[in-house]
């Protein structure tokens, strides 16, 4: 084994419908697991007021799919944001001894993960999910993330504030 963990970065599921960015990424953390990659993995993402379960329940509902024991998964359900996320699961990992994590998140979202991992300390390698098709909205919508963690809303837990201000704004 590699890390300590594998730890799955959340997506919002708007009506309990994953992306299929989600469900890659999900693909992804079973197989590295399958590797012998790491003897853990942590699904993370919250519950939103549109999601009717938390986000790792559901990745934790496919990795049990794919064959990894309940032993293995530790679901971390409180987290609405990259930092939260990370954070979380850096708290986990070292509650068991642990220091060491493979992130599995979608290729354009790696580059902000890895920058929260290094801030927060978290010793961790990338193995990011490439995904095709509406390049151009996760750019964009990564583009807002780098700002609200920038500007230190992920810490304060108001992540989304810019992009739900956008989606309002460009409503017709």
């Not at 559901?58 to 794919?66: I, S, T, V």
């Not at 739900?164 to 460009?170: F, H, L, S």
Request: with cysteine; aromatic share 6%; hydrophobic share 45%.
């Amino acid at each position: 084994m590699y890390y300590d963990a594998i730890i799955v970065l959340g997506q919002h599921m708007p009506g309990g419908v994953p992306s299929d960015e989600l469900i890659a990424r999900v693909r992804a953390a079973a197989e590295h697991w399958i590797n012998g990659h790491a003897p853990a993995v942590i699904p993370c993402g919250g519950q939103r007021e549109d999601e009717p379960i938390p986000e790792a329940m559901w990745m934790a509902e496919q990795l049990a799919a794919f064959g990894l024991p309940a032993g293995a998964i530790h679901s971390e359900t409180e987290s609405l944001n990259t930092e939260q996320n990370l954070r979380n699961a850096q708290q986990m990992i070292y509650a068991w001894g642990g220091s060491t994590a493979l992130i599995v998140t979608s290729d354009v979202h790696m580059k902000r993960a890895m920058a929260v991992c290094r801030d927060i300390g978290l010793k961790a390698k990338a193995a990011p999910v490439y995904i095709e098709g509406k390049r151009w909205k996760a750019r964009f919508i990564e583009a807002l993330g780098w700002a609200e963690y920038k500007l230190g809303m992920q810490r304060k837990g108001e992540a989304g504030l810019i992009s739900r201000i956008v989606r309002k704004a460009t409503r017709s």
